[in-house]
């Protein structure tokens, strides 16, 4: 078998064997180059020791010499160099206590966490693979190197790894594996939440989202995430929803990451051709029902829109609409109320669920500026803005207008994954305010403070009026006009606006 490798990495392992050691591309790489995927880096394993790797190559950094980790930078690309090891013992389900270099690659290699990242390939002596990878690739399976329950008391983490690969590859957890997790879920406790927080973001933004349930059905998320296991029993009891809060919540994650997987305005299929399996149906089944009970246009320009705004959503915006649609009704729980007909109401669970959501997150060592956005759009998702200009304006005032696209997509996403009965109406007013405000944008109508035609000082020195709050107070006042009659942000007309308000102030 014959492996295509960056010339970066051959360099490596042709240097490394020139002064008599073995090399190998090790790990992910290899994994993701047998499935045609595109690596996004490359790592290597090789016979050297720490020191002989630093004296082969002009620049290096010691990212983990501890364990054996020399990071070779070429053109300015870094390349994780280790030495073949056998962990020690591991005490914390996190870290080995000590670790020893070995000559052997199956060593290095039995080490790993699953079959399918066990496997080494070097350019003369081809792939090694001695736990069977490529048949789990094949098999399409995630299956533990060995014996789970060492693997997974080793590092506790594997066990959400696993449930991340499964979502990545689209592949099944073996059911030994899988049992491991069972008996071990507990072990989450003792693993960080900046560690968990790598795994379940990339879960969440991965092309099987779904398997999300999976951290859900096997204890997990009872021990990083526990208002999710929360949400999965709580029924909404409302017309308007078919599922509990929590398999609303992560439908809305899959249909979400459906519109995001449309990168590329140019040649975009249907969103009923890119989904899919979820759960106990499909969601390809799912959005064609939906596409099945509403008429061709309100589908059609649903789609139009989503193609229009998705290419300027990067990675870091992928994670925040996939956490807003995961959290979006975490309160919901705690701010139900039943009435006599036994029906459900949730007011108040934006506001409410913007801060729990910041609560989690931060717990979860997000950045601030991802809790942020996650807290606004959550706190603006439920908004039913009508297709009126001045309504549009004094939302987007509110909101804010770099959130608006971002809104749309919250709220397509939040709509397909309700009661498909109640969807096309609901489709319909959110497309209408898309394209009003779009086409008000082309004004770009003063929608701050700050973006009016006349500053606090210019209140000071036409009119007079003395350094205050009746500064801000005047100015908040002009706005408020504005946001009426846009044709209003004139200098001299809010001048005189101004000094109308202000005279009617001091009589």
């Known amino acids: 078998m014959e492996m295509r490798l960056p010339r970066s990495v051959v360099e490596i392992i042709d240097r490394l064997e020139s002064l008599g050691y073995e090399a190998y591309a090790v790990g992910g790489c290899v994994r993701d180059t047998l499935l045609g995927r595109e690596p996004e880096d490359w790592d290597i394993t090789t016979s ?24 070779v930078m070429k053109n300015h690309v870094g390349y994780e160099v280790t030495t ?75 066990m959400l790894r696993a449930v991340r690969f499964s979502g990545q590859l689209q592949f099944t957890i073996e059911e030994k594996t899988r049992q491991a997790i069972v008996e071990r879920a507990e072990h989450l406790q003792n693993i960080s939440a900046e560690r968990i927080r790598v795994e379940m973001t990339k879960l969440l933004i991965s092309k ?23 949400m999965m029993t709580f029924e909404q009891k409302n017309p308007h929803h078919i599922y509990t809060v929590g398999e609303h919540s992560i439908v809305s994650v899959e249909v979400m990451n459906c519109f995001l997987r449309q990168k590329n305005a140019e040649a975009v299929e249907s969103l009923t051709e890119t989904t899919d399996r979820v759960g106990h149906d499909s969601l390809q089944e799912r959005l064609e029902i939906i596409d099945g009970q509403i008429d061709d246009g309100t589908w059609n320009d649903m789609e139009q829109v989503i193609r229009e705004i998705v290419p300027a959503c990067d990675k870091k915006t992928h994670q925040v609409l996939c956490l807003t649609m995961l959290l979006h009704d975490v309160a919901k729980p705690d701010c139900a109320t039943e009435d006599e007909q036994g029906i459900r109401h949730f007011h108040g669970h934006p506001d409410s669920g913007a ?23 959550i706190q603006h998702h439920d908004e039913r803005v009508q297709p009126q200009k001045r309504q549009i304006r004094r939302a ?26 109640k969807a096309g109406e609901k489709l319909q007013r959110v497309t209408a305010v898309y394209r009003l405000f779009m086409e008000m944008e082309q004004f770009h109508p003063a929608l701050t403070i700050k973006e009016l035609a006349v500053t606090g000082r210019d209140i000071m020195t036409e009119l007079g009026v003395k350094p205050g709050p009746q500064i801000g107070e005047l100015l908040q006042y002009l706005l408020e006009q504005v946001l009426d009659q846009p044709e209003q942000n004139d200098r001299e007309t809010l001048l005189s606006l101004a000094k109308a308000a202000y005279s009617d102030k001091i009589e």
């Open 48 to 71: 050297a020791k720490p020191e002989a790797v630093k004296k082969a190559f002009d620049r290096t950094i010691d990212t983990g010499i501890e364990h054996g980790t020399v990071t």
């Open 84 to 158: 073949y090891r056998i962990d020690g013992e591991y005490e914390d389900n996190r870290h080995p206590k000590q670790v020893s270099f070995t000559g052997n690659l199956v060593d290095d290699l039995e080490r790993r966490d699953f079959t399918i990242n066990a496997m080494a390939y070097n350019p003369k002596t081809g792939l090694v693979d001695a736990f069977d990878g490529t048949g789990d690739l094949k098999r399409r399976i995630i299956r533990c190197v060995g014996d789970p329950d060492k693997r997974f008391d080793e590092d506790a983490l594997r």
């Open 208 to 230: 099987d989202s779904g398997q999300l349930r999976e951290a859900v059905d096997t204890g997990m998320t009872a021990y990083f995430l526990p208002e999710l296991d929360r």
């Open 355 to 377: 801060k729990l959501a910041g609560q989690i997150l931060r717990r979860l060592t997000f950045d601030n500026d991802t809790v942020n956005r996650v807290k606004t759009l």
């Open 396 to 421: 987007a005032a509110r909101i804010g207008r770099e959130f608006m696209p971002l809104v749309t997509l919250v709220q397509y996403a939040d709509i397909l994954a309700q009661n498909p009965d």
